[in-house]
């Protein structure tokens, strides 16, 4: 257990549905991450929040909506995708001070069919 | 660009010997690295970092090395475990943007 909680584990969408993926933490960071792992890939920022504000968003396309409605949640709302977004969704938070090491969730498992 | 890679993508390891995974940085910029592991089902756990003032860090069975000269580093298990058995990711940032920059990861297979 490390502290940051990702439902659900496992989703299995449609090209037209709409889902969310929820992030929440339990460390009293105030920077949250969410990161996408592909197969044989490294680990791809997608988007960066610190004390809620967007600072970061990698080129991701608009089918991804992130959500951070207080330094603890953190969500990733899916629309439209497309079966190349498969892969596994992780959250992570730091701490703006001190160590900048990230702490995972155990992450979200997504086959868009 | 400039990007943090692992030299192999896997490594079969016999259960007591020791394990060395390396990884090569080219952002001259970073200033703190850090080792995750990763098993299977399972989000990335942070294992040891070093900042770049450093060339040597130790925990419990770990050791990291660091070689700015050649831009290096690698993470070192002593008597390797079963339980190592994951995959591993070298991590680059800095201590102005906190973002982590991750290599593609190594495979260690601990071979009983």
């Known amino acids: 257990e490390t502290g940051v909680t990702q439902t659900p584990r496992h989703l299995v969408m449609g090209m037209t549905n709409k889902k969310s993926l929820k992030c929440e933490q339990h460390l009293g960071h105030n920077a949250m991450y969410w990161y996408k792992q592909s197969a044989k890939k490294p680990l791809e920022l997608m988007f960066v929040y610190n004390f809620k504000e967007q600072t970061e968003n990698n080129s991701v396309p608009s089918r991804f909506s992130p959500e951070c409605p207080n330094s603890s949640h953190l969500f990733l709302h899916l629309h439209t995708l497309q079966p190349e977004d498969s892969a596994l969704y992780l959250c992570a938070s730091s701490q703006k001070t001190g160590p900048p090491e990230a702490f995972f969730g155990q992450g979200t498992r997504l086959t868009v069919v | 660009g400039e990007s943090v890679g692992l030299h192999l993508p896997t490594l079969s390891v016999q259960e007591g010997d020791n394990s060395i995974i390396n990884c090569a940085y080219s952002n001259s910029a970073s200033d703190y690295f850090i080792w995750y592991k990763q098993e299977s089902g399972k989000g990335p756990q942070f294992i040891i970092d070093?900042?770049?003032?450093?060339d040597k860090r130790q925990g419990q069975r770990v050791t990291v090395l660091l070689n700015k000269t050649v831009k290096h580093l690698s993470l070192q298990i002593a008597a390797t475990q079963p339980g190592d058995s994951a995959v591993y990711f070298c991590?680059?940032?800095?201590?102005?943007?906190?973002?982590?920059?991750f290599g593609a990861g190594t495979t260690v297979t601990v071979r009983a």
């Open positions: 991590a680059e940032t800095s201590a102005n943007d906190y973002k982590l920059s």
């Open positions: 070093i900042r770049s003032n450093m």
